[in-house]
Every structure is written in structure tokens, then in C-alpha cells.
């Protein structure tokens, strides 16, 4: 097909844009580049929205799919299992210490099922709101849109349309006594009606990239203890390394009764999450009403099994603390400029945030000239490479968000 961007452009909806979308065409990916069809190479700053931990094309994903498709591409997980679906449950569960796993076709559905588990654990005591914070994003479905931040979010449009779930304020970064009382006193005011509560753990992902302190999730879990709430942890995002410890909840040192986990589960090969809940929830729900049509689909879960495993070998500690300090040196110069209110950086996270929304083309021109692939929005100019990067190519990352923040 020759006139690929033509036809895309007029006929294909692109994520969060209209159409006809300005899109380039891919012809290839290796490692961390990827190779359009005119013939430049691009590293990704982005591992694909934050999938693709080990880069791409990586022979032993590759091989892990080879194997599996010459045994078996798909069978209905009604009434039937396989080895790449228990063998994978196994490992999550071993890593998570959460033994009941749920296999879900991406992140957004794996929040709906959360939400599902806990509203039917919750419905003989009358419990039936969520409670969360305010900056928050959890997917684009309507039970995950209703537990996002009601005001700043995406999902503005649907506002009557959704349940109206409990808000607290935005988690502050720095330690506060003042926001420990208000969880406090928001859980209590609502307790008798929150089924659970739901955050992503010490970072907000889509919603701003911002970090808070881990002493808010623990009070979230005490409080869920002192009132017999579930506590629902999103890890889509912050699962597998990318902050600097293997889930986002090891920064508090807690578990949650619910956990999703989506994006690298498969380093980037395929969709493919998974919820995960304590004995009790499970057996407080007995029949979970939900099932997918590729539930535990034995491609994604041969290749998100040999993606752990690699995640497992490689020294990702130090890859991402090696990151960290290449973004956090790399992107220093950007907090002087006028147009920038703040740089900060968690784990193999880099984010400058401007004080006006940013011009996406624009953005993505500067860096794309300095060979490059960013993908901004709002605010934000990010970065969440891959850990196989190099510092050579970190720190050509760098160098291109501080350009394009330069050029607003």
C-alpha cells in the first residue's frame, strides 16, 4: 500500500484528535528507534506510551512469540486454560502477593474490572461510590472516565453522563499534615458509602505526570483498614520499574486489596493487563460478571511472561537510576526558561511542565529535527524512555525537550 498517510489521514481515527490527524507513517522499529517511512530514524522518548521497557524488536520477545504461534494463537478462556495464562498468573501473583488474577485486554478494562470487583464486594453492606483524588486519570471507559480528575481531565464532555464519585484535593509532593487530615476526614465523612478507593500509586500518569509523597497511600491504606474499604492501587503506569521500584506501592511499603497492571506487562507487544485481588475480595465476589473475548489470550500472555523474564535478568535498578540522573541533569537547564513552571523527574520520568499549554506540532517538529520522537500534551513536555536506552541517546532526548521548551 503506497498511499498509507493519505488514506489514514482521511479515513482513521487517531487517539484524541479528529480527523483528518497528522500522523507520520513507520515502516520499522529496532531497539529504541523507530524508522519512518521516509527514511529517518526517531528514538523514542516514549516507549510507545511507556510499553516498550525493553525497546523494540527484542530477539527473545520475538522468539516468545514465534513459539507460541506455532502452538496455539488464541482459544476461548471459557471453560478452557493453557499454560502461558497460569504460568503468567503465577508470576504476578509471586510478585504482587495478590493471589487471584483476572486477565483483561487493556488497561482501561482492568480499572473496570477493579471497579466491578469492589461495587460487588461492596453491594450487601450498600456500598456503591469510589472514592479518589482530584488529577488522577485511570483509562477512557466509563467506570475508569468516572474516577478521573472531574474538572482538569479529558472527559469533561461526558460530565452528567458518569457516576459521581468522592474527590479529594490533589496529593501535594512535599509531606503534609494538613492533606493527611484531609483524607482523613473525606474517607470518614464518606466511609458508609465508599465501596473502594481508587489511586495510581505516588505518580499521576495522564493526568499531569505529577509525583506525590508516599505517606499519602499509606494513610490511604490505613484509613481503608480503619474503615473496611478496599483500597484499588492503578500500577498500569508505574508497574514493572519505571519509577525506581518494581510497583509503585513498594515506595510505601504497602499492598493494596486491588491492583491493575497494563502497559509493559508485554514490553509493548501486545494488549494485555491484569487485575489482581486478596482471597477475601475474591471470595466476598464469587462470580465476577465480566469476560473478555480474548481473556488470557496465550500470544500476550507467552510474550508478557518472557517480558518479565527479561525484566527479571536485566539490571533494571540501575538502567532506571542511570535514566533518573541522565534526566535529571539533562533537563536542569529547561527550569530556567520563562515559559517553564517546573522540571521534576521520578525513575526513568522526565517532565517539564509549562505555564501555557503547549503547541503539539510544533514540539514535536523541534525534537523530530534533533531525531527525536515526544509526545506532548497539555502542559506537558515528557519523556518515559525505554531502559534500554543509552546515555548518548538520553541525553539527545534531553536536549530535544529543553529545545522545544526554548521554542515556545
Same mark, same amino acid.
Given at each position: 500500500?503506497?498511499?498509507?498517510?493519505?488514506?489514514?489521514?482521511?479515513?482513521?481515527?487517531?487517539?484524541?484528535?479528529?480527523?483528518?490527524?497528522?500522523?507520520?507513517?513507520?515502516?520499522?522499529?529496532?531497539?529504541?528507534?523507530?524508522?519512518?517511512?521516509?527514511? $529517518?530514524?526517531?528514538?523514542?522518548?516514549?516507549? *510507545?506510551?511507556?510499553?516498550?521497557?525493553?525497546?523494540?524488536?527484542?530477539?527473545?520477545?520475538?522468539?516468545?512469540?514465534?513459539?507460541?504461534?506455532?502452538?496455539?494463537?488464541?482459544?476461548?478462556?471459557?471453560?478452557?486454560?493453557?499454560?502461558?495464562?497460569?504460568?503468567?498468573?503465577?508470576?504476578?501473583?509471586?510478585?504482587?502477593?495478590?493471589?487471584?488474577?483476572?486477565?483483561?485486554?487493556?488497561?482501561?478494562? *482492568?480499572?473496570?474490572?477493579?471497579?466491578?470487583?469492589?461495587?460487588?464486594?461492596? @453491594?450487601?453492606?450498600?456500598?456503591? $461510590?469510589?472514592?479518589?483524588?482530584?488529577?488522577?486519570?485511570?483509562?477512557?471507559?466509563?467506570?475508569?472516565?468516572?474516577?478521573?480528575?472531574?474538572?482538569?481531565?479529558?472527559?469533561?464532555?461526558?460530565?452528567?453522563?458518569?457516576?459521581?464519585?468522592?474527590?479529594?484535593?490533589?496529593?501535594?509532593?512535599?509531606?503534609?499534615?494538613?492533606?493527611?487530615?484531609?483524607?482523613?476526614?473525606?474517607?470518614?465523612?464518606?466511609?458508609?458509602?465508599?465501596?473502594?478507593?481508587?489511586?495510581?500509586?505516588?505518580?499521576?500518569?495522564?493526568?499531569?505526570?505529577?509525583?506525590?509523597?508516599?505517606?499519602?497511600?499509606?494513610?490511604?491504606?490505613?484509613?481503608?483498614?480503619?474503615?473496611?474499604?478496599?483500597?484499588?492501587?492503578?500500577?498500569?503506569?508505574?508497574?514493572?520499574?519505571?519509577?525506581?521500584?518494581?510497583?509503585?506501592?513498594?515506595?510505601?511499603?504497602?499492598?493494596?486489596?486491588?491492583?491493575?497492571?497494563?502497559?509493559?506487562?508485554?514490553?509493548?507487544?501486545? *494488549?494485555?493487563?491484569?487485575?489482581?485481588?486478596?482471597?477475601?475480595?475474591?471470595?466476598?465476589?464469587?462470580?465476577?460478571?465480566?469476560?473478555?473475548?480474548?481473556?488470557?489470550?496465550?500470544?500476550?500472555?507467552?510474550?508478557?511472561?518472557?517480558?518479565?523474564?527479561?525484566?527479571?535478568?536485566?539490571?533494571?535498578?540501575?538502567?532506571? $537510576?542511570?535514566?533518573?540522573?541522565?534526566?535529571?541533569?539533562?533537563?536542569?537547564?529547561?527550569?530556567?526558561?520563562?515559559?517553564?513552571?517546573?522540571?521534576?523527574?521520578?525513575?526513568?520520568?522526565?517532565?517539564?511542565? %509549562? $505555564?501555557?499549554?503547549?503547541?503539539?506540532?510544533?514540539?514535536?517538529?523541534?525534537?523530530?529535527?534533533?531525531?527525536?520522537?515526544? @509526545?506532548?500534551?497539555?502542559?506537558?513536555?515528557?519523556?518515559?524512555?525505554?531502559?534500554?536506552?543509552?546515555?548518548?541517546?538520553?541525553?539527545?532526548? %534531553?536536549?530535544?525537550?529543553?529545545?522545544?521548551?526554548?521554542?515556545?
Amino acid at each position: 500500500m503506497t498511499d498509507v498517510a493519505s488514506w489514514d489521514r482521511e479515513h482513521v481515527w487517531h487517539p484524541y484528535a479528529a480527523t483528518p490527524a497528522d500522523v507520520h507513517v513507520v515502516t520499522g522499529a529496532k531497539d529504541v528507534r523507530i524508522t519512518l517511512q521516509d527514511g $529517518r530514524e526517531l528514538i523514542d522518548g516514549m516507549s *510507545s506510551w511507556w510499553a516498550a521497557i525493553h525497546g523494540y524488536n527484542h530477539p527473545l520477545l520475538n522468539q516468545a512469540l514465534t513459539d507460541q504461534v506455532g502452538t496455539m494463537a488464541h482459544v476461548m478462556f471459557g471453560g478452557l486454560t493453557h499454560e502461558p495464562a497460569a504460568r503468567l498468573a503465577r508470576t504476578l501473583a509471586d510478585l504482587t502477593g495478590l493471589p487471584k488474577v483476572f486477565f483483561a485486554d487493556s488497561g482501561s478494562v *482492568s480499572v473496570e474490572v477493579a471497579i466491578k470487583m469492589a461495587l460487588q464486594y461492596g @453491594r450487601p453492606r450498600g456500598r456503591r $461510590r469510589l472514592m479518589t483524588v482530584k488529577g488522577g486519570y485511570h483509562g477512557d471507559t466509563f467506570g475508569a472516565m468516572a474516577v478521573c480528575d472531574p474538572v482538569n481531565g479529558m472527559h469533561h464532555l461526558f460530565t452528567g453522563a458518569l457516576p459521581v464519585h468522592v474527590f479529594a484535593s490533589l496529593p501535594p509532593r512535599e509531606l503534609s499534615d494538613a492533606y493527611l487530615d484531609e483524607l482523613t476526614v473525606t474517607v470518614g465523612a464518606h466511609a458508609r458509602e465508599l465501596a473502594a478507593i481508587i489511586v495510581e500509586p505516588v505518580v499521576q500518569g495522564a493526568g499531569g505526570m505529577r509525583f506525590y509523597h508516599p505517606a499519602y497511600l499509606r494513610r490511604l491504606r490505613e484509613l481503608a483498614d480503619e474503615h473496611d474499604i478496599l483500597l484499588i492501587a492503578d500500577e498500569i503506569a508505574t508497574g514493572f520499574g519505571r519509577t525506581g521500584e518494581l510497583l509503585g506501592c513498594d515506595h510505601a511499603g504497602i499492598r493494596p486489596d486491588i491492583m491493575c497492571l497494563g502497559k509493559a506487562l508485554t514490553g509493548g507487544y501486545l *494488549s494485555l493487563a491484569a487485575t489482581l485481588c486478596t482471597e477475601r475480595v475474591a471470595e466476598g465476589i464469587g462470580v465476577l460478571m465480566h469476560g473478555p473475548t480474548f481473556m488470557g489470550n496465550p500470544l500476550a500472555t507467552a510474550v508478557a511472561q518472557a517480558s518479565l523474564d527479561l525484566l527479571a535478568a536485566r539490571p533494571w535498578r540501575e538502567e532506571v $537510576r542511570g535514566i533518573e540522573a541522565g534526566l535529571t541533569e539533562g533537563l536542569a537547564e529547561a527550569a530556567g526558561l520563562a515559559a517553564v513552571k517546573e522540571v521534576r523527574v521520578l525513575g526513568a520520568i522526565g517532565v517539564i511542565e %509549562t $505555564r501555557e499549554p503547549v503547541d503539539v506540532r510544533r514540539v514535536q517538529d523541534v525534537a523530530m529535527a534533533r531525531g527525536v520522537w515526544l @509526545r506532548p500534551f497539555n502542559r506537558l513536555i515528557y519523556a518515559m524512555p525505554p531502559y534500554s536506552i543509552t546515555p548518548g541517546d538520553l541525553a539527545a532526548v %534531553t536536549g530535544a525537550m529543553v529545545a522545544a521548551a526554548q521554542a515556545l
